[in-house]
């Protein structure tokens, strides 16, 4: 069956301006999560949905990001007034519960440059 | 603070080698501990362990938990090129399932 898509594969844009990127899980996953994984290191956690809302928004880095999920399936994370720093790759990763035991499935991931 | 270390942080053998990749955890309210491979950009699951002693094998690769002494390995026994990866392991923090990653072992298998 189908896996989590995300799109763009890779962006490249301009420091100050806006982006964003979808994630669209596999179907019928309730858990929804965002990583942020920078060079030479592991994905770092950025948010948390449970269906529509943002249960755990603990990760992001800053109100220039944002995410959402209002239909509880697509997602899509909004970074403004990007920054060379949030150059990174940003995955997305699904599960049909809070993945307390069960696996999350991740995406092929945006690689992101901010120039 | 809930952390995950992994060693070595990269490893270079031939192949036919066997490795053995460590991850040491210290998490609060543990539940479980995975393992993923990274080849390009999406970590794929390996294996996921949750008690201690229990060996998990799926062809060349295999994983076990200690839970007293609060690790894990990966064993991968007659390497070939198409190991070469990263290694990730990780485990859930909190009720959210949100995972805390270890940095990663880099795997370079040779011909």
């Known amino acids: 069956g189908a896996g989590v898509s995300q799109t763009p594969s890779n962006k490249v844009t301009e420091k100050g301006k806006y982006v964003e990127l979808r994630c669209d899980p596999i179907?019928?996953?309730?858990?929804l999560y965002w990583y942020r994984q920078s060079l030479g290191q592991g994905p770092e956690f950025l948010i948390y949905f449970q269906g529509t809302g943002a249960a755990d928004d603990s990760g992001l880095p800053n109100d220039r990001f944002f995410a959402v999920r209002p239909e509880g399936s697509v997602s899509t994370l909004k970074i403004q007034r990007t920054e060379r720093g949030d150059s990174a790759v940003y995955l997305c990763?699904?599960?049909?519960?809070?993945?307390?035991?069960?696996?999350?499935?991740f995406g092929p991931g945006t690689r992101l440059t901010v120039l | 603070e809930d952390k995950v270390v992994q060693s070595p942080l990269s490893l270079v053998v031939h192949e036919g080698d066997t490795v053995t990749l460590n991850c040491s955890y210290e998490?609060?309210?543990?539940?479980?501990l995975l393992w993923y491979k990274q080849e390009k950009k999406a970590p794929t699951f390996l294996f996921m362990l949750?008690?201690?002693?229990i060996e998990k094998k799926s062809g060349r690769l295999s994983s076990i938990l200690d839970k007293k002494e609060l690790f894990s390995i990966l064993n991968i026994t007659a390497t070939q090129t198409g190991d070469s990866a990263i290694y990730l392991c990780?485990?859930?923090?909190?009720?959210?399932?949100?995972?805390?990653f270890g940095q990663g072992t880099t795997l370079q298998v040779k011909p």
């Open positions: 179907s019928g996953h309730t858990a």
């Open positions: 990780a485990a859930p923090t909190s009720n959210t399932g949100k995972l805390i």
């Open positions: 998490v609060t309210n543990f539940r479980s």
């Open positions: 949750t008690s201690s002693g």
């Open positions: 990763a699904s599960s049909s519960d809070r993945a307390t035991y069960n696996e999350q499935f």
